[in-house]
């Protein structure tokens, strides 16, 4: 009975706000008391809609989720593998860059692709309450200086990165892994 009552109230209630909204209510929701009289509020009244709200089922109520506990652990087990991810920077750079000359179009592609690669042979690694962030940039070497500088909120102690730097006649590419614990 209350389960009922509790539809009818928030039927109601959705029709009140889809009246509010649009100016026209559903013949669904208003059980056909309304006419479309009302088109003379714009485009809006032309609008109408049928939205049907579902009694909670069984099933819902019956599923059990997980519920886990905070571990309190403010110290990684192992930490952030950096001579093992600088091999993995080297490795996918001059791979992927060896017989590449720069074009501004392709190397924008080229970063994404390379930031994505490496994101992936690092996630490989599995290594435990780090958030992995990978940076690539891609630029025309013709004698001109470049400086690239990141910030962010870290603690010394567990947060590092690893970085590696490479050229070819035409162009440079720097790529950054940041690995930042995960409390």
Not at 15 to 37: C, D, I
Not at 89 to 118: F, G, H, M, Q
Request: proline share 3%; charged share 25%.
């Amino acid at each position: 009975m209350t389960d009922i009552r509790t539809h009818d109230l928030a039927q109601a209630k959705a029709a009140r706000l889809l009246k509010k909204r649009t100016g026209s209510v559903s013949s669904a929701l208003s059980n056909g008391t309304e006419h479309q009289s009302r088109r003379h509020k714009g485009y809006a009244a032309s609008v109408s809609t049928v939205s049907y709200m579902d009694h909670p089922h069984d099933d819902d109520i019956l599923k059990q989720t997980n519920q886990y506990e905070n571990s309190y652990q403010l110290e990684p087990f192992t930490h952030f593998p950096v001579a093992e991810i600088g091999l993995i920077l080297e490795n996918i750079l001059s791979s992927s860059l060896a017989d590449v000359s720069y074009k501004p179009d392709e190397c924008r592609k080229l970063t994404k692709l390379i930031s994505d690669d490496i994101k992936s042979k690092v996630k490989e690694l599995d290594i435990p309450r780090y958030k992995i962030i990978c940076m690539v940039h891609i630029g025309e070497l013709s004698n001109q200086g470049l400086r690239i500088s990141s910030r962010c909120l870290w603690n010394a102690k567990f947060d590092t990165f690893s970085s590696f730097e490479y050229k070819n006649s035409s162009l440079f590419a720097v790529a950054c892994v940041y690995g930042v614990y995960f409390e």
